[in-house]
């Protein structure tokens, strides 16, 4: 258990100091995992509608963040290339992410175009309907995702790996809201860039 910490720990810190530069990012992280918080609480309820707000709201935010406004150049306070860290990228680097929301955009499509999906689903026949469908899709999409990368990385690496990155991924909004719910405050003062000084005397 130990191990599985601190290998936990690990991937919080090199996912901080190489992914979260950007104060931009990390305001649209807090906003991520506010709302994921929000989707977790659903989930018992509603799984749809969950899915619906962790896709619609959490996710757009959390990618918009990560490919608008963070930084690619040339990493001064890892001493690494952009190339580098999406190389050595635990879960999903940002060509992995595309198709991840390839996906999502083609999933209310193929909806919208075939409501029956070739007989898979019985079609919607109201919006409420379509959209309850787009988010048990979506949901799919999401449990999915986390599913294969986790035993993607049982092949890759190990076992641990996989299991510490999945349990990462889970408990990412938790953490999220210690580690960013200052990020607007530091946007309002003008600074665009955490100057990371934690990570450069780390």
Do not use: C
């Not at 807090?30 to 749809?48: C, Q």
């Not at 991924?169 to 210690?178: A, G, S």
């Amino acid at each position: 258990m130990k191990d599985f910490l601190n290998a936990l720990k690990t991937q919080r810190w090199d996912d901080h100091r190489y992914y979260h530069h950007s104060r931009i990012n990390q305001t649209l992280h807090l906003i991520s995992a506010l709302s994921f918080l929000v989707a977790y609480g659903l989930l018992f309820k509603d799984p749809a509608l969950a899915a619906l707000v962790a896709w619609l709201v959490s996710m757009v935010s959390r990618q918009a963040g990560h490919f608008f406004f963070e930084p690619r150049g040339y990493d001064e306070v890892n001493q690494a290339t952009h190339e580098h860290k999406e190389d050595i990228k635990v879960g999903y680097n940002l060509r992995r992410k595309v198709v991840l929301m390839a996906l999502w955009v083609a999933a209310p499509l193929a909806l919208w175009i075939s409501p029956g999906l070739g007989g898979l689903v019985t079609p919607a026949e109201s919006g409420a309907a379509y959209w309850h469908q787009v988010g048990m899709a979506w949901l799919a999409l999401g449990v999915g995702g986390l599913l294969f990368r986790t035993v993607h990385l049982f092949f890759l690496q190990d076992i641990q790996t996989g299991l510490v990155w999945m349990t990462k991924i889970l408990t990412d909004p938790f953490h999220d809201v210690m580690l960013y719910h200052k990020a607007p405050l530091f946007l309002l003062r003008g600074e665009l860039v955490d100057p990371m000084v934690h990570a450069r005397s780390h």
